[in-house]
Antibody, heavy 119, light 107 residues
Framework: QVQLVQSGTEVKKPGASVKVSCKAS????????IHWVRQAPGQGLEWMGW????????NYARKFQGWVTMTRDTSLTTAYMELTSLKSDHTAVYYC????????????WGQGTLVAVSS | DIQMTQSPSSLSASIGDSVTISCRAS??????LSWYQQRLGEAPKLLIY???TLQSGVPSRFSGSGSGTDFTLTISSLQPEDFATYYC?????????FGGGTKLEIK
């Protein structure tokens, strides 16, 4: 069955960077995009961007450009999201999700990774 | 950016009731609308895509309708496991955007 398994909780200090992984299994990795979605504590869902797992091309939401980098390793069927220059208001659960092409809805989600930023 | 507005933001209902959640887009998005359910502490789960297509494995008491700017999610005969937060999401254009969510609580 389709599974997306994310790396564990991260606790970081302001100004640090973090890299979250999303290991895919149960399907052909390069047939679907991987999207990343943020959920701040007690808040709703916010789309961050996607990576084309075939070409490595990316599309970031404007507010995440410059401090978020999405990459993938097709040999490991794993997608990554790196966040840099972390601030306390970046504290959130970050989800990866499989995206149907070209319909852009999310039919399978990772379990989420909490990134906590605190001095 | 396309703004998605859900209403109500919360509602209370009883087991066996039928409820309807609305989602309005700030511009026409055709049928490019999906619905998700998120239980407390869990990842979201896809319920409906293309405005009215039920995702495989989702109970038939969930249904979606609408096109253009106005959409609805209906849950008939509420079950205990349906009490959760529901989000709509447009995929007509990037940035993909979600509604603010509707929290469904037990009365």
């Amino acid at each position: 069955q389709v599974q997306l398994v994310q790396s564990g909780t991260e606790v970081k200090k302001p100004g640090a960077s973090v890299k979250v992984s999303c290991k895919a299994s149960g399907y052909i990795f390069t047939d679907y995009y991987i999207h990343w979605v943020r959920q701040a504590p007690g808040q709703g869902l916010e789309w961050m961007g996607w990576i084309n797992t075939n070409t490595g091309g990316t599309n970031y939401a404007r507010k995440f450009q410059g401090w978020v980098t999405m990459t993938r390793d097709t040999s490991l069927t794993t997608a990554y999201m790196e966040l840099t220059s972390l601030k306390s208001d970046h504290t959130a659960v970050y989800y990866c999700a499989r995206g149907e092409i070209p319909a852009d809805y999310f039919d399978s989600w990772g379990q989420g990774t909490l990134v906590a930023v605190s001095s | 950016d396309i703004q998605m507005t859900q209403s109500p933001s919360s509602l209370s209902a009883s087991i066996g009731d039928s409820v309807t959640i609305s989602c309005r887009a700030s511009q026409s998005i055709g049928f490019h609308l999906s619905w998700y359910q998120q239980r407390l502490g869990e990842a979201p789960k896809l319920l409906i895509y293309a405005a009215s297509t039920l995702q495989s494995g989702v109970p038939s008491r969930f249904s979606g309708s609408g096109s253009g700017t106005d959409f609805t999610l209906t849950i008939s005969s509420l079950q205990p496991e349906d009490f959760a937060t529901y989000y709509c999401q447009q995929s007509d254009n990037t940035p993909l955007t979600f509604g603010g969510g509707t929290k469904l609580e037990i009365k």
